[in-house]
């Protein structure tokens, strides 16, 4: 079974308008994070928000918001306010275990998201 | 603030020649992951290193090794390459112990095998 599952190859907003992106995991581990990560066209990958599965609230950073719901195992990533800046890949990825720990990041397959005019 | 460093950023090689690459972690970093990306694919771990010590094998070729120096940086050889080993190759570096163990990813090395 995919540990990271994102259902949408790619998503269409218009600037200013709040996109969801979507992300499902799975994990028998009690210990994990969830990560979202932005990669623009021209590779790299950078960080945009966590959520730890002992978080009781949701991770905020800036125009990104996490939409943790652990009963369904969902951790969706919602973006405020898009802008054309936006344009990119978003993958969404997990760390299994507890921190203080090497682990590894699963990825999933991305969503391509385009902030249109 | 600093970044994680990768050299080289591009790198073209022939089938069969080998390949060196570096990753500079953020200082006072103690672990380095490397993953690669594929073209249209999702980054896929292939090692890890704490504190000098291997902790960690993904989907790593026989191929391919490597190693922590004392300084932390660390290197990923490749031998015997490859078309298939063409790729966007990541380091990623954290410093365990930290409230998530958030990686920072570097720059990437594109590795494109003729």
């Known amino acids: 079974a995919q540990k990271i599952t994102q259902t949408q190859p790619g998503m269409f907003v218009q600037e200013k308008e709040a996109v969801t992106l979507d992300c499902t995991y799975d994990?028998?581990?009690?210990?994990?994070?969830l990560f979202w990560y932005k990669q623009p066209s021209s590779g790299e990958m950078i960080f945009l928000i966590y959520?730890?599965?002992?978080?009781?609230q949701n991770a905020t950073e800036g125009r990104y918001s996490l939409n943790f719901q652990k009963a369904r195992k969902s951790a969706n990533l919602v973006i405020s306010a898009s802008q054309l800046g936006d344009s990119a890949m978003y993958f969404c990825?997990?760390?299994?275990?507890?921190?203080?720990?090497?682990?590894?990041?699963?990825f999933g397959t991305g969503t391509r998201l385009q902030v249109t005019l | 603030a600093a970044g994680v460093i990768q050299s080289p950023r591009h790198l073209i090689k022939e089938k069969r020649e080998t390949a060196t690459l570096k990753c500079y972690p953020i200082?006072?970093?103690?672990?380095v992951y490397w993953y690669q990306q594929g073209p249209g694919q999702d980054p896929q771990f292939l090692i890890s290193?704490?504190?000098?010590?291997?902790?960690d094998k993904g989907s790593i070729p026989d191929r391919f090794s490597a190693q922590q120096f004392s300084d932390y940086h660390s290197e990923l050889n490749m031998s015997s390459l490859e078309l298939g080993d063409s790729a966007l190759y990541f380091c990623?570096?954290?410093?365990?112990?930290?409230?998530?163990?958030?990686?920072?990813f570097g720059p990437g090395t594109r590795l494109t095998v003729l």
């Open positions: 990623a570096s954290s410093l365990e112990g930290r409230a998530h163990n958030e990686q920072f």
């Open positions: 994990t028998s581990d009690p210990s994990y994070g």
């Open positions: 959520q730890g599965s002992y978080d009781q």
């Open positions: 990825a997990m760390r299994e275990g507890n921190t203080g720990t090497a682990s590894k990041l699963t």
């Open positions: 200082p006072r970093h103690d672990t």
């Open positions: 290193f704490y504190e000098k010590m291997q902790s």
